[in-house]
């Protein structure tokens, strides 16, 4: 991950600062030793100054590096750590940990253009792919543009579901000419809103006017005129310009904050976006004050245990220091008892998130000593009831969320339903568990609609292999649906699933776009 130093010299702050008035006394002491050792020589008083003249060898008796100033730096870099030094966020392993992307792409005859090889359309939808790859599978979304904007393919963080429709992307799909840049715009913030966090927008364009320019600058600046807008300008927290020009032309002018890049034959266009994009991502969950600091005071640790070994070079004992270095070592805040060499380094938090970066679920579970963070790897794992009960410990929105979430995954739809009321009793602002609620509520509602249903002998149209679902209410029986084997389709690949469409994808994106475009549909 690149460091963008502004950002970390605007972030960087110590979370227990009055820890470094013990600097004063180490600096206080180290300036007393080195003006009494340079005034005698380096002999400390032990030898008359006369002695100590005749028995030095000119040239050789001075040291630029004297035993005090390694300790002295040692005991520093101790007190420095114990502060807290902090410049990110602590991670949420719930959310994820790559910002959301909308590509909107430009499907107009201008890109049909060939100055740009083989095209620009076509490398247009080249570029997309390459910035999907580079992303790794982060969710991604597609909305294509003309005289209207349709969403081509929603959030997804597979990228072979967007290729098919990359491909069938041609400006006989659009149903409007023109070129309506603001409604692909807001488009775009519509499919960000729903993801709950900070995301960005890249133009894949060829061409933008100064009036386009000014009429996205006052969308994107003025969003948050009301509180739907706020929303909005919370949620997008990029914007980005690929031109599909060729080299020597040049850029159009863009909003202020906004990034423009020249598309190019390699990938430094895209990685250019994606920098962007990462650099906005950090800077808007530094500012989610709901999440506290993270303490980055560890890695002062290692420059300090390296500086400790030169002590055993012969000359560079210093008798006093061992033990203050020690005592700084063993009382850093967050430090755990060593039960192995790990413990030594990394804390049982810091541990298990390194087994839950591996997606080593049950070693996380292990390791952590948070009841949320354990919480949250049981439910990645796959155990959500052990995750609900671990989260019914707790008395936080968060958790009452989460506890939800598992009720969902293990088909216990009620409880989620009262998992998610909790959760906005303690806090009523709790947007995921506002935007859950309803929807648990209306699971509810159809499985039992569905018993009745089944109780009359009425089709419910409801099949699967081998579901039982809860019954608090006792509407209908109890009642286990069994599907028979050579009925259950088998899992179609992308690639098969299209083909099994019976029209182009071109086909069905046009037909598509017309209707939304006939009915008016707005993002």
């Known amino acids: 991950?690149?460091?963008?130093?502004?950002?970390?010299?605007?972030?960087?702050?110590?979370?227990?600062?009055?820890?470094?008035?013990?600097?004063?006394?180490?600096?206080?002491?180290?300036?007393?030793?080195?003006?009494?050792?340079?005034?005698?020589?380096?002999?400390?008083?032990?030898?008359?100054?006369?002695?100590?003249?005749?028995?030095?060898?000119?040239?050789?008796?001075?040291?630029?590096?004297?035993?005090?100033?390694?300790?002295?730096?040692?005991?520093?870099?101790?007190?420095?750590?114990?502060?807290?030094?902090?410049?990110?966020?602590?991670?949420?392993?719930?959310?994820?940990?790559?910002?959301?992307?909308?590509?909107?792409?430009?499907?107009?005859?201008?890109?049909?253009?060939?100055?740009?090889?083989?095209?620009?359309?076509?490398?247009?939808?080249?570029?997309?792919?390459?910035?999907?790859?580079?992303?790794s599978g982060a969710r991604?979304?597609?909305?294509?543009?003309?005289?209207?904007?349709?969403?081509?393919?929603?959030?997804?963080?597979?990228?072979?579901?967007?290729?098919?429709?990359?491909?069938?992307?041609?400006?006989?799909?659009?149903?409007?000419?023109?070129?309506?840049?603001?409604?692909?715009?807001?488009?775009?913030?519509?499919?960000?809103?729903?993801?709950?966090?900070?995301?960005?927008?890249?133009?894949?364009?060829?061409?933008?006017?100064?009036?386009?320019?000014?009429?996205?600058?006052?969308?994107?600046?003025?969003?948050?005129?009301?509180e739907d807008g706020a929303a909005i300008a919370e949620t997008v927290a990029s914007m980005s310009f690929l031109f599909m020009l060729s080299e020597g032309s040049a850029l159009p002018q863009v909003p202020d904050g906004a990034s423009a890049t020249r598309v190019t034959p390699d990938d430094r266009d895209v990685a250019e976006v994606e920098r962007s994009l990462a650099s906005a991502y950090r800077r808007a969950q530094l500012d989610d004050e709901a999440q506290p600091w993270e303490d980055r005071g560890a890695w002062l640790a290692w420059p300090a245990l390296v500086l400790l070994l030169l002590w055993f070079r012969h000359g560079m004992a210093v008798r006093w220091a061992g033990q203050v270095a020690l005592m700084l070592w063993l009382f850093q805040p967050g430090q755990a008892q060593a039960e192995g060499w790990r413990d030594w380094f990394l804390t049982s938090d810091q541990q298990g998130w390194r087994a839950f970066e591996r997606k080593d679920y049950a070693d996380a579970v292990e390791a952590f000593a948070d009841p949320y963070l354990r919480g949250v790897a049981l439910y990645r794992g796959g155990q959500y009831e052990a995750a609900a009960q671990e989260m019914a410990r707790l008395d936080t929105a968060d958790a009452a969320f989460l506890q939800g979430m598992a009720h969902l995954k293990s088909r216990g739809y009620r409880d989620g339903v009262r998992a998610f009321e909790r959760a906005l009793e303690i806090?009523?602002?709790?947007?995921?568990?506002?935007?859950?609620?309803?929807?648990?509520?209306?699971?509810?509602?159809?499985?039992?609609?569905?018993?009745?249903?089944?109780?009359?002998?009425?089709?419910?149209?409801?099949?699967?292999?081998?579901?039982?679902?809860?019954?608090?209410?006792?509407?209908?029986?109890?009642?286990?649906?069994?599907?028979?084997?050579?009925?259950?389709?088998?899992?179609?690949?992308?690639?098969?699933?299209?083909?099994?469409?019976?029209?182009?994808?071109?086909?069905?994106?046009?037909?598509?776009?017309?209707l939304e475009a006939a009915r008016g549909d707005q993002p």
């Not at 030793?33 to 060898?57: C, F, I, K, S, Y």
């Not at 409801?462 to 809860?470: E, I, L, S, T, Y």
């Open 140 to 226: 991604t979304a597609l909305v294509a543009f003309a005289g209207s904007a349709h969403v081509v393919v929603p959030m997804s963080e597979d990228p072979g579901v967007m290729q098919p429709y990359l491909e069938g992307l041609t400006t006989a799909v659009m149903p409007i000419e023109g070129q309506d840049i603001q409604t692909g715009f807001t488009t775009a913030q519509a499919l960000l809103v729903r993801e709950g966090t900070p995301g960005g927008v890249v133009f894949m364009v060829d061409e933008l006017s100064a009036s386009a320019s000014s009429e996205l600058a006052e969308v994107w600046g003025q969003a948050g005129s009301d």
């Open 427 to 514: 806090d009523p602002e709790h947007a995921a568990s506002k935007q859950n609620l309803p929807l648990s509520k209306a699971i509810v509602d159809y499985v039992e609609t569905t018993r009745e249903q089944s109780d009359t002998g009425e089709d419910s149209g409801v099949g699967a292999d081998d579901v039982v679902f809860d019954n608090v209410s006792g509407r209908g029986e109890d009642t286990q649906i069994e599907v028979p084997q050579d009925d259950v389709p088998a899992h179609l690949s992308t690639e098969q699933w299209m083909r099994t469409v019976d029209t182009r994808t071109e086909d069905f994106l046009k037909q598509r776009f017309r």
């Open 1 to 135: 991950m690149t460091v963008d130093l502004s950002l970390f010299l605007e972030a960087f702050h110590f979370l227990r600062p009055w820890l470094l008035v013990c600097a004063v006394p180490v600096l206080w002491t180290w300036w007393q030793l080195r003006q009494r050792r340079d005034a005698t020589g380096g002999n400390d008083g032990w030898m008359a100054p006369h002695l100590a003249q005749a028995l030095t060898v000119r040239g050789n008796s001075a040291k630029w590096v004297q035993p005090i100033d390694v300790i002295s730096l040692v005991l520093l870099l101790l007190v420095t750590a114990v502060a807290g030094p902090s410049w990110t966020r602590a991670p949420t392993p719930f959310a994820a940990q790559t910002a959301p992307l909308v590509v909107v792409m430009q499907v107009t005859p201008s890109m049909e253009q060939t100055d740009v090889a083989p095209e620009r359309l076509v490398r247009a939808r080249q570029k997309t792919m390459d910035l999907l790859t580079l992303r």
